[in-house]
């Protein structure tokens, strides 16, 4: 009886240990990762080079607008047109104007017969000078009236073509409100609109730039002449204008025209 007992013992015993040897440890799946991988960087880090967007625009332009507020009297200009400096280009109702400009003139004229009343009777010098005084006062109102009415002409300050007119007549305008644009379309340069304050360091005057402009299809040398002092925003991005006087003036230029530039940034 034992012997069948230790039979069926080893038996059993045999029997695990065969189960044991099939059974295969479970493979953990390992992530080998690349050291040699590495995050990418924008073109000016990785070139040396700072790149903007920019528009071609005329190395002479101005806003104009008037000094004090009124009512349009005429617009002599209109998109497109010529303008040489000092010429009328709009004017402002002046009625009101020209009412100040007289009643500071009989102004005038009433303290100077104050004065010559004065001198006849015999009057202290303390009066007389406090007369003359008055005197000289109201002149330098006349001035002032002569001037605001010479404001209600507004004049070329240069010559060359008139880009926008935002104005009609019997419109009211206030003092400052832009009212023309105005450019000499015979000389261009560049200028970027979104170059990054991280690249301006490396951005000196003098230094060489490369000019892509879009419309033309052609790449154009020229020169950094100005880096803004102050910085501007543009859709949460704190940027610098930097300028660029091209080299030469290509054929189909216009103002607005996109460009793309590059600059070699210096360390």
Not at 218 to 229: C, N, P, Y
Request: hydrophobic share 45%; with cysteine.
């Amino acid at each position: 009886m034992k012997k069948v007992y230790l039979l069926l013992t080893m038996i059993l015993v045999l029997g695990l240990s065969a189960c044991a040897a099939s059974t295969k440890p479970e493979v953990i799946p390992t992530v080998s990762l690349d050291s040699g991988a590495q995050p990418s960087t924008s073109a000016s880090s990785s070139s040396g080079k700072a790149t903007a967007s920019a528009e071609v625009v005329p190395v002479a332009k101005v806003q104009l607008s008037f000094p004090v507020s009124g009512m349009v009297k005429t617009v002599e200009v209109t998109e497109g047109d010529t303008a040489a400096a000092g010429q009328s280009l709009a004017t402002l109702e002046t009625a009101i104007l020209e009412a100040k400009v007289r009643e500071a003139e009989a102004n005038v004229i009433t303290e100077e017969t104050q004065v010559a009343y004065l001198v006849r009777t015999g009057t202290s010098q303390e009066n007389l000078d406090a007369a003359r005084a008055d005197v000289e006062r109201m002149k330098a109102l006349v001035e002032i009236a002569k001037a605001q009415l010479a404001q209600a002409t507004l004049t070329a300050p240069i010559s060359g073509t008139i880009a926008s007119v935002d104005i009609s007549p019997a419109e009211f305008v206030n003092p400052g409100q832009v009212v023309i644009v105005m450019g000499d379309l015979s000389h261009f340069q560049i200028e970027t609109t979104d170059l990054s304050e991280k690249d301006v360091p490396g951005i000196k005057v003098g230094q060489t730039a490369n000019v892509f402009i879009e419309a033309l299809g052609q790449d154009f040398s020229g020169k950094v002449t100005d880096i803004a002092r102050i910085s501007e925003t543009v859709g949460g991005d704190v940027v610098f204008k930097v300028t660029i006087e091209l080299d030469s003036q290509p054929e189909g230029l216009r103002w607005g025209m996109s460009a793309d530039v590059s600059v070699q940034a210096q360390e």
